[in-house]
């Protein structure tokens, strides 16, 4: 571990694929602040802010709306110079600036080019990467989500050897974990000790460094693992490599899409609930979120699908007369009308 950098606020990125558990990390972090002044910056992949909101309402001191910014619609790896730099100088010419920034990239950022944001002039003497914690769907990777088919791999790279996957996930998730300082194997809870044994034999030589990989239950370990890691990931770009480092990472996020479904007023959620991993298992969906009202009850039902995994929870009155709504995140092309009719029933 290098020397603490004094002067230089520290900043951690976790990232992850989606619905792999960061804001449910953040939660946990935040929960054991104790005092200390800590900033969020959410991003998230959708013209909708579920993870901001969740975050907000989470009753969690330090969680209060002024100390969390929402960067939604759009990967923050992409409008670095337009949204991120002007978020960080805004928050570093706070009044009471923050002792520390926590940023959830979107489940389908690339972090490299956000840590090479770092480097600008304009932050580069005053923040630093402290690490890069990357959140892993344990269940999810050990299922295979994230591997490649090895015929149509062959059969792609027969006709253009640049190629290297053919399945945008496991490129993403690649790139996720080829930046970690810390890999977290998070829900832990769904996999026996020898799948995650069999998980972390896999994950393990395929990072380019020797990093920590940490299981863990709902996001929840002690800040001391995941903070104060002192990486000044920024200096040590060549030891993250990324897919897109051939490009100076320009990329393009349109392997994914997103649609948000505006919701009725349900006298129960029973039905929603059952039709929904059904539906996402049908079309493939890769993650669901929002927020469900029903007929007579002040509480909003906050609902979230990672796959066809889903749960459901009130978590706060609804404060304002919005209908309920779903946001929709899968692979390009997926059929949003069928999805929607199937969905609303
Ligand atoms: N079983 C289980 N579920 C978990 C665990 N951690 C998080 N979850 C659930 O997984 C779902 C997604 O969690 P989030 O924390 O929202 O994931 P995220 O990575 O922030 O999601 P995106 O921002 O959409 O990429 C939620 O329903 C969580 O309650 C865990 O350790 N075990």
Known sequence: MSAPVLDKVPAT???GFLGAGKTTL??????????????????????????GETLKDCGIPGCEAENIVELANGCLCCTVADDFIPTIEALLGRPNPPEHILIE??????????????NWPAIRSRVTVDGVVTVVDSPAAAEGRFADDPEAV????????????????????????????????????????????ALRADLAPRLPRAVKLVPAKEGALDP????????????????????????????E???????????????????????????????????????????????????????RRFRQHFDRAW?????????????TGMDVEAIAKEILG
């Open 319 to 331: 404060t304002d007369d919005r209908d309920g709504h779903l946001v929709v995140i899968g692979q």
């Open 105 to 118: 990239t979107s489940g389908l950022a690339l972090p490299k080019p956000l840590i090479k944001a770092f």
């Open 154 to 197: 062959a059969a792609q790279r027969a006709a253009d050897p640049s190629l290297d996957h053919d399945n945008p996930l496991a490129e993403v998730f690649e790139d996720q974990l080829n930046a970690a300082d810390i890999v977290v194997l998070n829900k832990a809870d769904l996999l026996d000790e020898a799948a995650l044994a």
């Open 224 to 251: 001391a693992i995941l903070l104060g890691l002192n990486a000044a990931a920024e200096d040590d770009l060549a030891a993250r490599p990324s897919h897109h480092d051939a490009e100076d990472g320009a990329h």
């Open 13 to 15: 990125i976790v990232t």
């Open 253 to 307: 996020h349109d392997d994914f899409e997103s649609f948000v479904l505006v919701l009725p007023e349900y006298d129960s959620a029973d039905e929603l609930m059952r039709r929904l991993p059904e539906v996402a298992a049908r079309h493939d969906i890769l993650r669901i979120k929002g927020f469900v009202r029903l007929k007579g009850k002040p509480m909003r039902l906050a609902v979230q699908g990672v796959g």
């Open 26 to 51: 953040l939660r946990h972090l935040m929960s054991r602040a104790e005092g200390r002044r800590i900033a969020i910056i959410v991003n998230e992949f959708g013209s909708l802010g579920v993870d």
